[in-house]
């Protein structure tokens, strides 16, 4: 089989996934932990916010998604646009965790909540100018499906180990940074817990650092797939296209059914202060989970190769039902001993690509599909979708996640120092681990009806294969 991507191009992918990703898990795991220990923010309300600001900045999705589909330029349609997001991502991640003691709540009331709103939304548009291309360049990196599962599976291991950096490079630039180079530390601040110039270094490195891998993208990648080259497309067009590719949204109704499935990386600081006794500590519990969906990742090619897609997503979102809800039920009644709780995490974790490799696989299947039964390729409305998709439920995990740990005491027992109760461990534990487990379960339902995959998948990818080569022959002539 003839192989179209090299090395240099995979690991360019990769690491700009994971330079992406990095910026994304930064802030899923800990804004709101900013916001209510620095600025004294109501994680609920915090919660809320970053559910409505995503929602209000999803209506960017089909709007970047159209403008790539029109584009026409020498980089190509998708890297004009990852090349315009990465000023937006480093100089507003930063910001969001700059510190402004004018703006503390109990100083400004809620000109804090408006100020985190705005702040917030103009980063959700940096990061869509960036997601729906990273993703959406998938589907143009090679004309083989075959290769295209592996390298997606090999960038999204990136990608996941991305999203879960933090909790190393946190702790890492907490240790590092000189007393006397925290300029933006009040006076009086210790550093238990993390004190706002810690934040702030974290988010300047982590952006900066994310930034230029990201570029690797734009640098090193070549689209290859041929497209229609400045096609316009009007709202009723992706309509259209959205709403005539069934397999895609029984990919896109399953991922919302399973909304809380990454729950617990939006509540991963709070855990580890009430688990493990320090949210500096988070390193534990992303690296354990971590371990495990790396090796989830890995696996899943050869399962995909086996059993199809639907049985491989079928089995993984069974299995994580299964242990997640195991896992809360051996730590609430049996024993909250750490070594097994990890165990249980590692566990947990080899259920993840399900939730972040199998539907971008999916997703470009779907629009293979749609390619070979309309002629057109539509990877901008489609991952325009998936991007708003994938950041609606990120955000509804957050909320829900928080609001959980709100109701358990959480901010109560920090404020006052005393040590957290059984009932605020527990109530995480079941956010953390039961809760996204039993969403998984639901998210399977939508599956059972899915069919883009096996012999079909592969006459497919055939007959385009087929085409490309006929119309590229007709076009030298």
Not at 142 to 170: L, W, Y
Not at 290 to 295: H, K, L, Q, R, V
Not at 395 to 410: E, M, P, R
């Amino acid at each position: 089989m003839k192989k179209y991507m090299n090395l240099k191009e995979i690991l360019a992918y990769s690491l700009g996934l994971f330079g992406f990703q990095a910026i994304v898990g930064l802030l899923n795991s800990y804004q709101a932990e900013f916001y209510g220990s620095i600025m004294g923010a109501s994680l609920a309300v915090v919660g809320v916010i970053i559910l409505v600001a995503k929602v209000v900045s999803a209506i960017f999705d089909p709007i970047v998604g159209n403008k790539i589909e029109g584009t026409n330029s020498k980089m190509g349609k998708f890297k004009p646009f990852i090349l315009i997001s990465i000023p937006i991502l480093l100089i507003f991640t930063a910001v969001v965790f700059f510190d402004i003691p004018g703006l503390h709540l109990d100083v400004a009331g809620n000109k804090l909540y408006v100020y985190i709103f705005i702040t917030f939304l103009i980063w959700c548009l940096g990061m869509t100018l960036a997601d729906v291309p990273t993703q959406g360049i998938a589907a143009v990196l090679t004309p083989d499906a075959n290769e295209r599962t592996n390298v997606v599976s090999i960038a999204n291991t990136a990608k996941q180990i991305g999203f879960a950096a933090c909790a190393v490079i946190v702790p890492v630039i907490c240790l590092i940074i000189p007393e006397g180079s925290k300029v933006l530390v009040k006076k009086g601040e210790t550093d238990t817990p993390m004190i706002a110039g810690e934040y702030f270094w974290s988010a300047l490195a982590t952006a900066a650092a994310g930034c230029i891998l990201m570029a690797l993208i734009v640098l090193w990648n070549k689209e290859r797939v041929p497209y229609t080259a400045g096609e316009k497309n009007s709202f009723k067009d992706m309509v259209s296209a959205i709403k005539g590719n069934k397999p895609l949204i029984l990919v896109i109704v399953s991922y919302f059914l399973g909304f809380g499935r990454q729950m617990a990386m939006g509540i991963q600081v709070q855990a580890a202060n009430a688990l493990i006794g320090s949210q500096n500590l988070v390193i534990i519990l992303g690296i354990t989970t971590a371990i495990g969906s790396m090796i989830s990742m890995a696996i899943t090619p050869m399962l995909i190769k086996k059993l199809g897609e639907k049985v491989t997503y079928l089995a993984l979102s069974i299995y994580g039902f299964v242990v997640s809800v195991l896992a809360y039920v051996v730590f609430a009644f049996v024993t909250q001993n750490q070594i097994v709780m990890y165990v249980f995490l590692f566990l947990i974790g080899l259920q993840f690509s399900a939730v972040t490799l199998m539907p971008m696989i999916m997703t470009a299947d779907c629009v293979d599909w749609y390619e070979y039964e309309t002629g057109k390729r539509k990877e901008g409305p489609v991952y325009a979708l998936l991007s708003l998709t994938i950041k609606v439920c990120l955000a509804l995990g957050t909320a829900l996640g928080l609001i959980f740990v709100s109701k358990s005491g959480y901010s109560e027992a920090l404020a006052s120092g005393q040590a957290f109760t059984a009932s605020t461990k527990n109530m995480i534990f079941f956010a953390y681990t039961a809760m996204p487990g039993i969403l998984a379960l639901l998210s399977a339902i939508p599956i059972f009806k899915y069919d883009l995959y096996g012999e079909k998948k592969a006459k497919i990818s055939a007959e385009l294969n087929t085409r490309r080569d006929a119309a590229a022959k007709e076009e030298n002539n």
